[in-house]
């Protein structure tokens, strides 16, 4: 079922979705002159419905279990009531507000950004948003060539392989790079234009750094308001951290002893005063692989191990070589 919304030219609606800003963090919504049809997934028999509710569901319960995130988890839980409310006020044959869902995530490596990419396409395909609701990740090397026509080629293979889901431009800054004369400029119109053309079947997400996505916008004007959803992911604190380093080592079925747990917030600390990007989890899964390693090589020289031993982590398993 398709049901497009039409734009009033004389929409002056307050914002969309508002919510106070926290600290660092923006998001924001606002109405723009975009339209996506709600309801494409083209289910509308009851108990199919209701089976959508329940994936939606598992997927939000998902999203909570992720460490810190609050305003991320904040936005999707209100996008997604959002969608559900204009979906509703459709049947009734209300108007349905205007939603463009393209996103601009900002924030250091391993903050969680395509973690939350992936949830949001598997969200919005069980919300019946996007057909099949997967996941391009693509960078600079994968959308711009090195000749006349290259860029266009290269930059539609993605889109096509996106379409029906998102496509997800990691390091999309890098896009400007090269300034005007740049083959990068020829793949941010493309991209503009297919987000225009396959608006009822594509979700585009920018991603990148905080200060370089902000000038990457800046330097192309007329980019913002096309992304109405920005969503800023803070490095994690130290508390988030180690409860990440847990909850990965807990679904491994390995257990931190009080010093093991002890030596890992020391690590944890150090690393957040000497790495540059320290609040980030993919050097926690770093870490917790070569604990569960060292942990190993440890029990190895052993003929056999207990139960007990084989879980357990003491702190001399954990340390921050080769990180
Ligand atoms: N809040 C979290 N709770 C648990 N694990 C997390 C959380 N955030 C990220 N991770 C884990 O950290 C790793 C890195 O996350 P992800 O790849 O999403 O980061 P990223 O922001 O896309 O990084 P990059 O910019 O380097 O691509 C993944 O293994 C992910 O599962
Ligand atoms: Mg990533």
Not at 56 to 79: D, F, H, P
Request: proline share 5%.
């Amino acid at each position: 079922m398709t049901i497009r919304v039409t734009f009033r030219p004389d929409n002056n609606q307050p914002p969309v979705i508002q919510s106070p800003l926290p600290r660092e963090t923006a998001q924001i919504i606002t109405p723009v002159t975009e339209l996506v049809g709600i309801g494409r997934g083209g289910k509308n028999n009851s108990s199919s419905l209701e089976k959508d509710k329940d994936r939606v569901a598992e997927i939000l319960a998902e999203l909570e279990a992720y460490i810190g995130l609050e305003t991320v988890k904040r936005l999707i839980r209100e996008l997604q009531a959002y969608l559900e409310i204009q979906k509703r006020r459709t049947r009734e044959k209300l108007i349905a507000d205007p939603l463009v869902l393209h996103m601009i995530f900002r924030g250091n490596p391993g903050t969680g950004k395509t973690t939350v990419a992936r949830l949001v396409g598997r969200l919005f395909k069980e919300m019946g948003v996007l057909q099949k609701g997967h996941v391009i990740e693509c960078e600079r090397a994968d959308l711009v060539g090195e000749y006349i026509g290259h860029t266009a080629q290269k930059t539609r293979e993605q889109l096509k392989k996106a379409l029906g889901g998102v496509l997800f431009v990691d390091e999309a800054y890098s896009l400007a790079r090269g300034g005007e004369k740049d083959f990068g400029k020829e793949a941010i119109d493309a991209l503009v234009k297919a987000m225009e053309d396959n608006k009822d079947n594509l979700v585009l997400i920018l991603a990148g750094y905080r200060l370089e996505m902000e000038w990457f916008l800046q330097s192309n004007p007329g980019l913002r308001s096309r992304f109405p959803i920005h969503i800023d992911f803070p490095d994690y604190t130290l508390d988030e951290l180690l409860a990440i380093g847990n909850s990965m080592l807990k679904s491994r079925e390995y257990e931190l002893t009080p010093a093991g747990s002890e030596a890992l917030r020391v690590h944890l600390q150090s690393l957040l005063n000497t790495h540059p990007y320290a609040g980030n989890a993919r050097l926690v899964r770093n870490l917790v692989e070569k604990t569960v390693r060292k942990q190993a090589v440890r029990l190895f020289q052993k003929p056999s191990s207990s139960r007990e031993e084989l879980i357990r982590i003491l702190p001399m398993d954990i340390t921050l070589e080769d990180l």
